[in-house]
């Protein structure tokens, strides 16, 4: 059985995507784990920074992306295959990275969200189909080491199909005020998932992302989120923090062949607080 870990934020932008991909890449490539990226986002941001645009459109328009394995379950079809759909040694980093592989996600993906929500259900989360994608994949990722699920800004039964294949879910967050705020209703929330459903995900901890030392707000801000740890309940602040830089956010382009995870982060960019923030992982996710 593999490790999944769902990243989540009800907040949009804080680097939820350029941190699964990072963690993903560092995970193969320093610690030679077999890696699964599920992209469970309609906007398809990990999908397109892993792979070549125009594979992944002929592969959606064949029924291979996530968004079919959702149809098939709403119209009673058998065309998704995870053996097809899932892509291996995705990644701009040398042509491709062994053991990286990717199930792509679709832009038609908003569309099923709206169709699953119309299925008939009792309380907020009870009896609705949040065990889809778990039981769609269960033989297939068995290969891996570690999955990593990408989720949209939202709670919603997608992303509830990811945190039922969770064990863990990691929250990135910039540290600042309206980005913060609405940390307590995800723990809140997850719990009253956890509450109605099987679902028996824990929280890994806040990942501070975008930190800019220039903004007196900022360090402030981080010692409240550690000091709320506990109380919250997101269980702890992942010591590495990963500062504002270009480099992350230009690493993020597919289409710029590079040959390495340090040509592709830049040593004296994100490169080496990337690589921390992955041992501080594993070190919890894998004693
Ligand atoms: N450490 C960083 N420094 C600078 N820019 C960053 C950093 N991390 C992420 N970004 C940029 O910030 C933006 C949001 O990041 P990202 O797409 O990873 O967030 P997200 O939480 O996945 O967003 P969404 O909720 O829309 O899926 C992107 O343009 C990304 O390139
Ligand atoms: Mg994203």
């Known amino acids: 059985m593999p490790i999944t870990i769902s990243l989540i934020n009800l907040k949009g932008g804080v680097g939820k995507t350029t941190l699964t991909v990072a963690l993903a890449e560092f995970m193969t490539l320093e610690h030679g784990l077999k890696v699964l990226v599920i992209d469970l986002d309609p906007q398809t941001n990990a999908t397109v920074s892993l792979m070549n645009e125009h594979e992944w459109k ?33 990644s701009n980093i ?18 099923i969200q709206d169709e699953l929500i119309k299925i008939p259900s009792r309380g907020i989360f009870s009896r609705r189909p949040i065990g889809i994608l778990g039981e769609t994949l269960c033989e297939e990722i068995n290969c891996y080491d570690i999955v990593l699920v990408d989720c949209p800004p939202n709670l919603g039964l997608i992303t509830q199909n990811g945190l039922m294949l969770s064990q863990y879910y990691l929250i990135p967050v910039i540290p600042d005020v309206l980005s913060t705020y609405g940390i307590p209703q995800i723990v809140t929330r997850i719990n009253r998932l956890k509450a109605e459903t099987g679902v028996q995900v824990e929280p890994l901890g806040l990942v501070i992302n975008n930190y800019r030392i220039k903004n007196s707000l900022h360090p402030n801000q981080v010692r409240l989120l550690q000091l709320d740890a506990e109380r919250t309940g997101y269980n702890r602040v992942f010591s590495t923090i990963i500062p504002q830089n270009a480099r992350a956010a230009n690493a993020m382009d597919y289409s710029l062949t590079v040959k ?22 594993l070190s919890i996710v894998i004693p």
Not at 271 to 276: A, E, G
């Open 260 to 281: 390495s995870l340090r040509e592709k982060y830049d040593n004296g960019g994100p490169y080496k607080r990337y690589q921390q923030l992955t041992e501080e992982v």
């Open 58 to 90: 002929k592969q959606n328009i064949k029924g291979q992306t996530i968004v079919q394995l959702f149809r098939d379950y709403l119209y009673d079809m058998r065309i998704f295959s995870p053996g097809e759909a899932i892509v291996h040694s995705v």
């Open 94 to 111: 040398g042509g491709g990275i062994e053991n990286l592989d990717l199930l792509p996600s679709s832009l038609d993906l908003i569309d």
